[in-house]
Every structure is written in C-alpha cells, then in structure tokens.
C-alpha cells in the first residue's frame, strides 16, 4: 500500500517560486504515473500537471505550462513540482495522486499573496 505525503507548501509573494515534494511510501513508486492537481476555496479540485512512471513524458494545464515544471527521482520515491512566477490565482490546495492506483496525498497549502 502505497501512502503520499507532500511538503513545501507556504506563504510567497506575487512572482516568487516555491518547490513542491510528494514522498511516497512502498517500492512501486517507480511504476506509477504520478499527477499534482490543486483546488482552491470553492473551487472543484484541477489537474496541474503529469509525469510518466520513468519521468519521460510531461503534460500541463495551460494556466501553469512555461511557468510550472513536475520531476521525479525515483530512486527516492519523489515526485516534484516547481513552480515559478507564482500568481495569487495559484493560491490553493495542492495534492498529489498516483492515478494508478488511486491514492491521493494529504495535500499541501500554497498561498500566493499580491
């Protein structure tokens, strides 16, 4: 059983930069296409972006393309998400899922103030 736990959320100003990590637990992580999604107040949760299992295909929402980039280190069950030119529209919730199998992380919040 595969568990996921992100860290790097916080508090950054309009433009600034933060690095998200999702952790996972278990030895099939390598296997798994790993997702971010985000959901902000009132808002349905929505796919950010995507990274295939060996970390060679990439795909993005259009709102974060060219601003945001996912990357993973399978040899320490770590999926990332690096996100520049942070606006406060990116203020949200953001978990990470392993589609594969279901599993969402806790999540972790990420507030970009103006």
């Known amino acids: 059983q595969v568990q996921l736990v992100e860290s790097g959320g916080g508090l950054v100003q309009d433009g600034g930069s933060l690095r998200l990590s999702c952790a996972a637990s278990g030895r099939t992580f390598s296997r ?7 959901q902000a107040p009132g808002k349905e ?17 259009d709102s974060v393309k060219g601003r ?31 589609r594969d199998i279901g ?9 970009v103030s103006s």
């Open 68 to 98: 945001f980039t996912i990357s993973r280190d399978n040899a320490k069950n770590t999926v990332y998400l690096q996100m520049n030119s942070l606006k406060p529209e990116d203020t949200a919730v953001y978990y990470c899922y392993a």
């Open 103 to 111: 599993t969402w992380g806790q999540g972790t919040q990420v507030t």
């Open 32 to 38: 798994y296409r790993m997702d971010w999604f985000r």
């Open 45 to 61: 949760r929505e796919f950010v972006a995507t990274i295939s299992s060996s970390g060679g295909t990439t795909r993005y929402a």
